[in-house]
């Protein structure tokens, strides 16, 4: 079934390659589109497009497809081009007449964009209790490792002295910064299109602040143009959130990878969380921390695509927008599931002790002895100076490992800092 057939078949090529699998894909907006429809029932009653009665029987009948849809039961059969057309030759099977009225001052374009943002909302909500829980286990791991000092490397060569504190910490407040455009981005899709129709709106009418208050958009998207044109706009901002989080967690899959390494070993994780070799048997390899730098790299390339496909489109409508759905639903989804096991494999970390008296950290408190010197009165740069030609002439010594006080650093890291700016972002 078609929402657009007029009795004209359409070429069975054309039609598998124009759907595509938009069935598959709808299965993840099922819940909003019904949703959005309740409202829209309601509303046309609302303002004598349908008797009470009318909307009533409606709303029980999609009542019962989002009782389906919540037991995983809801399905669009092949017959169907996609969810809209599912749900309407339901309430026409099931009502009759009164089904056929459901579409009464809407259109699939509308009917999308506001399945969509429905979806976008909650998924992101959802994506903010997955980054809630990483941020609360990093900084648990901060608390407890505060204190084991850690190498820090600039140029992968040794620089100066970290710690694990700093380390997980850092991870830990870099995903308040991702909160911040998450939270932008759910004003951006917290948008009611619904009443745009296919872009110019109706003659009908329509109440569309009923609609919004009804589905539980905070505001309207009121020019019915500027609806259409968020088409396209709300995905490249949600999967550039997306992307900005996937940032933040391949970086940290990295470090991970590298401190696993023999040539580091800065940590390691149970034999459970690793791999083998098929002919090297010592091999314990970090696999899921490489499978998540790639599929986190993978979710940064999307916001890309989308711009690739929607840059020059001229106002109104245009089928290329089809082609956003699936990615931009793949984005969300599978951030939902890197989180999930990032956090898993991370809490599992073993910090291991950091032999500073190597030789190969032979020169990683080379600024806490120039700082020493500063400190005893000597200018800045003598003091450098001076303690490069102890570098160059092999005879440099490290002291004592200086302690570093200021807000931020080795020996106060601001846990309880971070925690309350994180806490602020979360409630934004």
């Known amino acids: 079934m078609k929402l657009w057939e007029k009795g004209i078949p359409t070429d069975q090529k054309i039609e598998a390659f124009t759907v ?24 046309l009653a609302s303002v004598g497009l349908l008797t009470i009665a009318e909307s009533d029987q409606l709303c029980t009948e999609l009542d019962k497809m989002l009782e389906l849809e919540a037991k995983g039961a809801f399905v669009i059969e092949e017959d169907f081009e996609d969810v809209h057309s599912k749900i309407e030759s339901d309430l026409v099977k099931a009502l009759g007449d009164t089904g056929k009225k459901i579409h009464t001052a809407r259109s699939r374009n509308d009917q999308v964009l506001v399945a969509l943002n429905l979806y976008f909302k909650e998924a992101l909500s959802e994506i903010k209790k997955g980054i809630e829980k990483l941020f609360n286990t990093l900084l648990n791991l901060a608390e407890t490792h505060k204190g084991s000092l850690l190498p820090g490397y600039t140029h992968l060569q040794v620089a100066m002295p970290s710690s694990f504190g700093l380390w997980f910490s850092a991870y830990a407040e870099l995903l308040i910064d991702d909160l911040y455009l998450l939270n932008a981005t759910h004003k951006v899709v917290d948008q009611n ?9 109706s003659s009908f009418p329509i109440d569309r602040e009923f609609t919004t208050k009804a589905i539980g958009f905070s505001d309207l998207k009121y020019n019915v143009i500027a609806a259409q044109l ?9 999967t550039q ?15 991970v990878c590298l401190y696993c390494s023999q040539n580091f070993g800065f940590v390691k994780f149970p034999d459970a969380l690793t791999t083998g070799s098929s002919i090297m048997p010592h091999k314990k390899n970090p696999d899921v921390f490489e499978l998540l730098r790639g599929k986190c790299n993978q979710l940064q390339a999307i916001p890309q695509e989308m711009i690739m496909i929607t840059n020059n489109l001229p106002s109104g409508y245009h089928r290329d927008y089809q082609l956003l759905k699936e990615n931009a639903i793949k984005s969300v989804e599978d951030l939902k599931v890197v989180l999930d096991i990032f956090e898993f494999s991370i809490a599992q970390v073993q910090v291991q002790d950091v032999h500073l008296d190597d030789e190969k950290y032979q020169h990683l408190f080379t600024v806490d002895a120039i700082n020493d010197l500063v400190t005893a009165g000597v200018p800045f740069r003598e003091a450098y100076k001076q303690i490069g030609e102890q570098v160059e002439n092999n005879t440099f010594e490290a002291g004592n490992t200086k302690e570093h006080s200021h807000l931020g650093s080795i020996h106060n890291p601001g846990l309880d800092h971070i925690k309350e700016k994180f806490e602020k972002a979360l409630d934004m």
């Open 20 to 43: 595509g699998n938009d069935r598959e894909i709808d299965v993840h907006i099922a819940k909003y589109d019904l949703l959005a429809s309740k409202a829209h029932a309601q509303m």
């Open 193 to 201: 299109p619904l009443g745009s129709a296919a872009g110019y709106g």
């Open 241 to 255: 959130a997306v992307a900005n989080v996937a940032n933040t967690l391949s970086r940290f899959a990295m470090d």
């Open 230 to 238: 968020s088409r396209g706009k709300s995905e490249r901002t949600v």
